[in-house]
């Protein structure tokens, strides 16, 4: 979430806090300075502010506390909610999608929806309640210590939706035993993860495979 | 409905999950799973826009914006590669048209990251517009203005759609004439993909203990019950 977007949800707030004329507008003036932050935690913060507004914190104060607070909130945010939450659930669901089960988007949609109107729901009433004391709630929480326990989770479920894809696969009406496709698809995926670590981008090696693929499969 | 209509349709289902991607309420229908579903059914194929999401889906899941690398635009290449699957998954099965999806979105989804950038540079002078409409007495200045921001990412998001639709589908028809040997290309490419998205996910992972989880997940799924198999009907290569 960045300023004008902030600005934006403020203003009912600061209308009611400020009414309209001069006050209003200095009020919305200064919650346009450089603001960027995860758009859940954005909500914490949005309430803190809220609730400083109303106990007559001065520009200062506020500028200073937005600050403060809008790299940690994002880094955490990025952590828990886009690199451990979000692919937890697509890969809940990869293997019966692949499979063709028709509730599988759904599903994940779902999920995420109650994650995202939650997290902000609950995060927004933190910050309404406590204020600059915001941040010590939002340590508590050890959104940074999840985000690592849910990734575990994620690496199982990419392993066992890999060797359901795998075990899905026309390898055995290929002359293939399933056996041996998903040994090699296994060691396959590790070999590949170290070049992916090494900087091979995902698409290039899409590319390859479609190149490598199409000539294997023009050969006479 | 006529193909014309439909690539209009398809482009607005792409103005509004590059919308919901990052600049406004971020539902997820965003995501590659879902983008692709939607546009497979549009198109009158959803489980191939399913399967062809599915598979993107892996490709950058762990792909954050950190500093100035900007990931692919994984919403358009759901569209794209969904709407593109759709038109060969009748003659060229699921396989094979989740391949050409997959690749097709790949290239989407690097023209979409890019025109991402382009649109919040673009943005990025709303702010002090804003500012003067306030210094001007306009207290709607900021509402304006914000939804000005979001409108331009809307029709961004139909333009950058139009073309890899209009582009991918266009493509698509013209493999679909070019033999069997295409064909069976990509149904490697699509029955292989699982592999590539699953090394991009661990690659993303980036640790050694994410490596032993993986193993025991597809150890668990693809070992464990064939070894109650064999252990019940004795291993294939004592037969």
Known sequence: MQSLGFAYALEPALRRIHGRGPALRRATERHLDFFNTHPFLAAAILGAVIRMEQEGAGPEELRRFKRALMGPCGAMGDSFFWGAVKPLLVLAVFGFALTGRAWAPWAFLGGFVAVNLGARAILFRQGLRSGAAVAGALMRWDLLGWSRRLKQGCAVLLGAGLASALEAGPFESWGIPGWAALAGGGVLALGLAQASRQGVRAEWMVWGLVAASVFLGMMP | ?239
């Open chain 2, 1 to 239: 409905m006529s193909e014309t209509t439909l690539v209009l349709a398809l482009s607005v289902l792409g103005g509004v999950v590059f919308l919901d991607r990052t600049a406004l309420v971020q539902t997820m229908i965003s995501r590659p799973l879902v983008s692709g579903t939607l546009a497979g059914y549009l198109a009158g194929a959803p489980g191939a826009g399913m399967v062809c999401g599915a598979l993107l889906e892996l490709l950058w899941l762990f792909d954050l914006p950190v500093g100035t690398s900007v990931p692919p635009d994984e919403s358009t290449a759901g569209v794209v590669g969904g709407a593109v699957a759709a038109v060969l998954a009748g003659d060229w099965g699921p396989a094979a048209a989740a391949g050409v999806g997959v690749a097709a979105g790949c290239v989407a989804g690097i023209l979409g990251g890019r025109a991402d950038v382009w649109v919040r540079r673009w943005n990025d002078g709303l702010v002090p517009r804003a500012r003067e409409a306030l210094a001007a007495g306009r207290l709607d200045g900021v509402g304006r203005f914000h939804w000005l921001g979001v409108a331009r990412f809307f029709g961004v998001g139909v333009a950058v759609s139009l073309v890899g639709v209009g582009a991918g589908r266009w493509g698509a028809w013209a493999l679909a004439d070019l033999g069997p040997g295409l064909r069976a290309g990509f149904e490697l490419v699509g029955v292989s993909l699982p592999v590539v998205g699953a090394a991009a996910c661990l690659g993303g992972l980036r640790s050694v203990r994410a490596r032993g989880w993986f193993v025991a997940g597809f150890a668990a799924v693809g070992a464990g019950p064939r070894l109650l198999l064999w252990t019940r009907e004795g291993a294939p290569w004592r037969s």
